[in-house]
């Protein structure tokens, strides 16, 4: 068997080039670190699209951007030139080979799961049909893996991971990509950031640790997600819960635990606990007994029980649970242990649990009206999403992408006529608020109110805030710009600021000011590292 560091199969440079591409695939895509390996593997090929990270734009599809275009050219240009030559690759040590691996399994993700085309690969409920498509997927990807690294020699070839697993893996990766570039979306840096931590919640800051043996353990870890109320909670534990490992049966040429499994329900459960009496939240999640309590005329088994090995039963509202439930709660999140009203029997909870609030649970629990205990158990992965404010705070720009994508969304766009209708819409909406709220308007609804403002401005050509949105508060800097107390300068970053967030974009507030683009910016940024308001 070769030796690792004796291998002479490739050459320094070749080395170097593919441990970079070998830490581009388990890098996080949502940090800004992916453009900089990016850069690293491209290097005068290299294309600034103006990105700081991954976002989704009308324009760019994740795998049409074009330094990934690039990528996939060179990463094909290297497959085929070692595999011409296949005695260098018999030749490979164990650290090379992992690493041509992962050039294979790069070159192979791009070839059969990514594009929008296979997005019926990661429907969460699997048809007959996506049955077959999965099981067509996997036995080409099969075979050109093992053709791939057939030259490798056997014992080298059998250190590298096994293809079923890297199917599962690859296959939850395109998962979590398309549930949260899909559907987290927006522009600004808390987003970006937002996206970064979902990812992270799902595979850990250290991808080759979660493929060599944290895939199997996430489940034991619950995710907490905080943050105002329609700000997107809910939306991220789908992303989360819907993203969870699922091992792939190479003889049944299927993944495991999907919905078609006996007795497993869909992979991810809401439960809203505030709107649910305590009783019910019981037999929801722990199930009951016939003659539990009244009106439990059969045995019913609950969400713990149902859910599979790979889902999440998401409590909404955790905040609002009975005492008497967090401590039953606490021994789900502990030992897995549960029983249903009526029985003494344990059963054992093998999903993920996501809890969501919007209240400072911290604080609850310092006033005794949440378990510290069951606190510090949800607490270990958390997720704290931001409001639509600090988004439009940080870009004023980004109000203009968040507003396209809910007007497609509301106008159902599929084609071009349909696309025409939102696009009009987008601009009837972006007007409006442009034109009647103020540009620190707060937003008090978060996306949930954005959204029911592009339906009220479709329905009635205007939106009424709702009266609690009504006072504004005054920004400190006015107070202390009539107390005379502000620089010129000072004075007029915080105006240059003020006009960049009424017009949304630093082009129209240089025409509206006089002053050219850069110096806006300029001004923008300095009153806000001030942050003095
Ligand atoms: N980042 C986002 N991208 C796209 N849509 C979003 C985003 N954030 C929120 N939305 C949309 O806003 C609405 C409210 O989101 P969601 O229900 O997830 O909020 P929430 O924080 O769970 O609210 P609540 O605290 O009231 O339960 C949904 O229609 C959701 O699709």
Not at 10 to 17: A, D, I, P, Y
Not at 212 to 217: D, E, S, Y
Not at 469 to 485: G, I, K, N, Q, T
């Amino acid at each position: 068997m070769p030796q690792s560091p004796a291998s002479q199969a490739l050459t320094s440079q070749e080395r170097q080039w593919l441990s970079d591409l070998s830490e581009l695939t388990h890098c996080n895509p949502f940090e800004p670190r992916r453009i900089e390996l990016e850069r690293a593997v491209l290097g005068a090929d290299f294309v600034p699209d103006g990105g700081a990270a991954w976002s989704l734009n009308e324009t760019t599809l994740h795998d049409e951007r074009p330094n990934v275009l690039r990528i996939n050219a060179l990463a094909q240009q290297c497959l085929d030139r070692l595999g011409s030559q296949p005695e260098r690759l018999a030749a490979l040590g164990a650290d090379d080979a992992a690493r041509y691996d992962d050039l294979v399994t790069y070159a192979l993700y791009y070839r059969h799961l990514a594009g929008a085309r296979n997005a019926v690969l990661v429907a969460p409920s699997t048809d007959a049909a996506s049955r077959k498509s999965l099981a067509k997927v996997w036995r080409a990807l099969r075979d050109d893996r093992e053709r791939l690294l057939a030259p490798i020699h056997p014992k080298v070839r059998a250190t590298l991971t096994d293809t079923p697993h890297v199917f599962a893996c690859l296959h939850q990766v395109r998962r979590a990509f398309t549930q949260i570039f899909d559907c987290l979306i927006g522009e600004s840096g808390p987003a970006a950031r937002l996206r970064a931590q979902v990812w992270q919640s799902i595979f850990t800051h250290d991808m080759h640790r979660y493929r060599r043996t944290l895939f199997r353990r996430m489940g034991d870890l619950s995710t907490l997600v905080t943050g105002p109320s329609g700000a997107g909670k809910e939306l991220v534990a789908r992303a989360v819960g819907l993203s969870q490992y699922r091992p792939f049966d190479p003889e049944g040429e299927r993944l495991v635990s999907d919905a078609s499994d006996k007795n497993a329900c869909e992979p991810f459960v809401a439960l809203n606990l505030s709107a649910m009496s305590p009783t019910l939240i019981e037999s929801e999640l722990f199930g009951h007994l016939r003659g539990a309590f009244t009106g439990a005329v059969a045995d019913r088994a609950g969400w713990l029980d149902l859910c599979p090995p790979s889902g999440a039963v998401f409590l909404d509202e955790i905040g609002e649970l009975d005492p008497a439930i967090q401590v039953k709660l606490l021994r789900v999140t502990q030992s897995r242990d549960f029983c249903r009203l009526g029985d003494s029997r344990p059963r054992r909870f093998e999903g993920k649990l996501i809890a969501a609030t919007n209240r400072d649970l911290a604080a609850e629990m310092r006033q005794g009206a949440f378990r510290e205990d069951l606190y510090y158990r949800l607490c270990s992965d958390r997720i704290v999403v931001p409001s639509l404010r600090e988004q439009l705070d940080d870009r004023p720009e980004a109000l203009g992408g968040l507003i396209r994508f809910l007007t497609r969304r509301v106008v159902g766009a599929a084609g071009d006529s349909d696309d025409c209708e939102a696009e009009s819409l987008a601009h009837e909406t972006e007007t409006w608020i442009r034109a009647h709220l103020p540009a620190d308007y707060a937003w008090p609804g978060n996306t949930r109110e954005l959204e029911q403002c592009v339906r009220s401005v479709l329905v009635r050509s205007e939106y009424r805030p709702p009266e609690s949105a009504a006072p504004r508060h005054r920004e400190p800097w006015l107070d202390s710009a009539a107390r005379c107390e502000l620089t010129a300068d000072e004075l007029l970053n915080h105006y240059c600021r003020k006009v960049h967030a009424q017009q949304g974009g630093y082009e129209q507030a240089a025409r509206l000011l006089g002053l050219d683009r850069r110096t806006v910016k300029t001004r923008v940024e300095a009153a806000n590292t001030g942050r003095d308001d």
